[in-house]
Nanobody, 126 residues
Framework: QVQLVESGGGLVQAGGSLRLSCAAS????????LGWFRQAPGKERDFVAV????????YYADSVKGRFTISRDNAKNTVYLQMNSLKPEDTGVYYC???????????????????WGQGTQVTVSS
């Protein structure tokens, strides 16, 4: 069982930056691939970024590539999403999610993730 708690959301002007954090409970944190997803008002939840167990592999949605960076600290059971050059279209609720993958690899599909946080709101004003 893993519990995830996001923090760091808020209101920022276009071009600004935010850093989201997601703290996880559980002693097998390093066995999980971790992802960030977001949901804009009236839209489906979309994949944003993913990081493998050791942090050696990351993958991003095209819409955030070059602006967002996902990282993790397994000693602190925490995954981060550094968001730079924010745009109004980045507005939404951001969720972190955990996918148990002792064999490695990753998925960009939400249904592959077993555990989800409650979400944190990010609003980017123009």
């Amino acid at each position: 069982q893993v519990q995830l708690v996001e923090s760091g959301g808020g209101l920022v002007q276009a071009g600004g930056s935010l850093r989201l954090s997601c703290a996880a409970s559980g002693r097998t944190f390093s066995s999980y691939t971790l992802g960030w997803f977001r949901q804009a008002p009236g839209k489906e939840r979309d994949f944003v970024a993913v990081i493998t167990r050791s942090g050696g592999v990351t993958y991003y949605a095209d819409s955030v590539k070059g602006r967002f960076t996902i990282s993790r600290d397994n000693a602190k059971n925490t995954v981060y999403l550094q968001m730079n050059s924010l745009k109004p279209e980045d507005t939404g609720v951001y969720y972190c999610a955990a996918d148990y993958r002792p064999g490695g690899g990753y998925s960009v599909l939400g249904y592959a993730y077993e555990y989800w946080g409650q979400g944190t709101q990010v609003t980017v004003s123009s």
